[in-house]
Each structure stands twice: as C-alpha cells, then as structure tokens.
C-alpha cells in the first residue's frame, strides 16, 4: 500500500522539479547583464567582432561619407544617394523608392527591409576607415552609438537591419561567420568589459 | 490571383493579379497607362518612376501590393492638362530626345520642385542622379528644372 503512496510523491515531486526547472529557465532568459571583466577574453571576442562589422554586408551600411557602399568591394552606390537628415535618402532619392521591405528577387538587385536606412546624420556611426580600437570604443560611447546603454547593446544583435546582413540577397557575400556565432561574441565581448584592443 | 483595389490618377481601379506583380506591369499591362517606362527592371534607370502618396517610386521593383490603398500618381496626371510648370519648361526649353526617359525623370523633378522649390545645381543633382537620360540630355534638364522653379514662383501651380 506504501509503495504507490512513495511513487506518487516520487512523480509529484518530479513534476514539481520539471516545473521549477521550466520557471528558471525563462527567468535566465532574460539576458543576464553581469559583467566579468576579462581584458584578454573580451579582445579575442571583439576580433570576431570587428570582422562581422567591417564586412560589406554592416560596413556598406556606415561609411564615412554621406554616400552608402554597395557591393564586395564597398564601392560607393551607383547614383550616389544621400543620407539625408534622418539617413532614409533626400528628395526623389528615398532609401525605399527602390529598396522594398524584402529582397528584390534576382541577382544584384536592391536588397530590402522593412526599415530600410543609414544611421541618421547627427549620429553616422561610421564603420568604414575605423581601426578595432576606435570601433570599439565608439561601440559602447553612448553619445556615439545612439544613446545605447548595455542593455539596448546587448538587443541591437537581433536588430531586424543587422539581422539582414545574413540575407544580402543574390550576389552578395555574407559576412565571415553566422549570426549565432557573432551574437556570441558580441554578448562575450561586452560581458568580459567591452574591452578595447590595442590597435 | 487576388482582387486588388488600387487608386489610380485619382481614381478606384479593380484589378485581378498576383500580388507580387511589379506595379509597373499593372500599370502598363492591365490599365493601359503606357506613358510610364520600363527601362532595366531592377531599378537603377528611373524610367519607371511613379509618385506612390507622393514619393518617387521605382514601379519596376515595387510590388503592387505595396501600392494599395495609397494614392499612385502617373505622368498622364502629373497635371490636368500637361501644365504642371515642369511640362510647360520641358516644353519651352526642348528637353526630351528619344523621350524614353523624361516621364520618370519628370516624376523625379516634381518631388523635387515639392521638398525644394528653389533647387540649387547640387539639390538637382542629389534628385535626379537616379535617373538615367541614354540621350544625355542632363543640361536641358537642369535647365527646365530651374526653370520650372522660377515659373513656380510667379504663380504658375503645379
Ligand atoms: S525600369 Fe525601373 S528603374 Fe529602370
Ligand atoms: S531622352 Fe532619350 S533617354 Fe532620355
């Protein structure tokens, strides 16, 4: 009579377990935002880092000039479109007059995204040109990233623009490793102190 | 296939298409409004250009499901009777060669004229870079832009 009783309890307190166990893994879901600092962690992340974002597919996005990249070789874009106050194009040269909130099928064609724009001109968050130790640096200046803070840092990795950087479209490269790799570093980076290299 | 209602030149038009038809073959093909262009079809001529609510759309590349429910403008009504001040200084100074181009880049200067009533050369260009004339006929165009403006400003309205 005993033996049921004990299995009972065994079972009801496993499902209690599983339970618990399902509750703290939607609590650590929520990005954990402590920060270890480990210099020497912290710069080999970036240089994973620092290569997703001088690729054509984020650099193209944040030249130096007013004029966007385009292509593998960052050419400046055929046409010359203008940033424009608020980095979505000037006059009859809109960012979206031809970049569609998706892909244009066909190869080279405008590739697209719902939110389709350059950085805006009083924050141009420029890539192009950029040594590691200055792009990471501007990367965690609040008045040179956009007023970001660690936590906003942190969600830019699943940015729907970013994100598309591994969906370039036809003809296009993708950036030297995956999404889920470079959140990976990103996160290690900024976890390990944002740290900055050398040069 | 699907029942599309898109605004056309001010009026309702009932079309039954792919959604992702590219708004340009709606245009051409099931209206029959032939005075917009195709030129290259990946939008890097401009011959295509219609103002979709106001905006210098490249129809080639834009589906027309985008369009519906906004206001799409074509050249056949970029004025009532071909007298917007852009036609009336197209006109004057001889502008068009072949012609194949000039209804986009009309489309293009009337956004222009719009947000920038009195253009400099350097406005003129940041509007109109996208808008590729195989005639070369950029100086006349520059000219009937600056044109248009100053006929503008005398009263003639758009
Ligand atoms: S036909 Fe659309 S831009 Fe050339
Ligand atoms: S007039 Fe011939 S292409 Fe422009």
Redesign the pocket.
């Known amino acids: 009579m005993k033996k049921p009783i004990i299995l009972g309890l065994m079972l009801l307190s496993s499902v209690v377990m599983a339970l618990s166990f399902n509750v703290s893994k939607k609590e650590t879901k929520t990005e954990p935002l402590m920060v270890v600092k480990d210099s020497i962690a912290s710069v080999a992340a970036f240089k994973q880092v620092y290569a997703v974002l001088m690729s054509p597919r984020c650099m193209n996005c944040h030249p130096a000039g007013n004029v966007p990249l385009q292509g593998d070789d960052s050419h400046l874009h055929t046409m010359l479109p203008k940033r424009g106050v608020e980095g979505k194009g000037v006059l009859a040269m809109k960012c979206s007059n031809c970049h569609q909130a998706e892909n244009t099928p066909g190869l080279h064609t405008p590739p697209g995204n719902p939110n389709w724009h350059l950085p805006p001109d009083n924050m141009k968050m420029v890539f192009q040109g950029r040594s590691a130790n200055q792009l990471a640096k501007q990367l965690v200046n609040p008045k040179q990233n956009g007023n970001k803070g660690m936590k906003e840092l942190i969600a830019h990795a699943d940015d729907g623009l970013v994100l598309a950087g591994w969906n370039p479209g036809e003809g296009r490269s993708l950036p030297p490793i995956s999404h889920a790799e470079f959140k990976k570093a990103w996160l290690k980076w900024l976890q390990t102190g944002a740290f900055a290299p050398a040069k | 296939m699907e029942k599309l209602t898109l605004t056309v030149n001010g009026l309702a038009r009932e079309v039954n298409v792919d959604p992702n038809m590219p708004l340009l073959w709606v245009l051409r093909d099931l209206l029959g409004l032939t005075g917009t262009k195709f030129g290259c079809g990946v939008a890097q001529c401009g ?1 295509c250009t219609v103002h979709v609510n106001g905006e210098a759309l490249r129809s080639c590349v834009t589906k027309v499901s985008r369009a519906v429910g906004q206001q799409i403008i074509t050249i056949e009504a970029l004025s009532e009777n071909n007298d917007h001040p852009l036609q009336l200084a197209w006109a004057e100074l001889d ?8 209804s986009g ?1 009309l489309m293009s200067a009337a956004v222009l004229l719009r947000e920038k009533p009195n253009p400099t050369d350097q406005d003129i260009d940041d509007a109109m870079s996208g808008n ?6 950029y100086p006349r165009i520059r000219a009937a832009i600056h044109k248009a403006a100053k006929m503008q400003q005398e009263g003639v309205k758009p």
């Open positions: 011959a502008v068009p060669q072949c012609g194949y181009c000039q880049q590729i004339c195989r005639c070369g006929t």
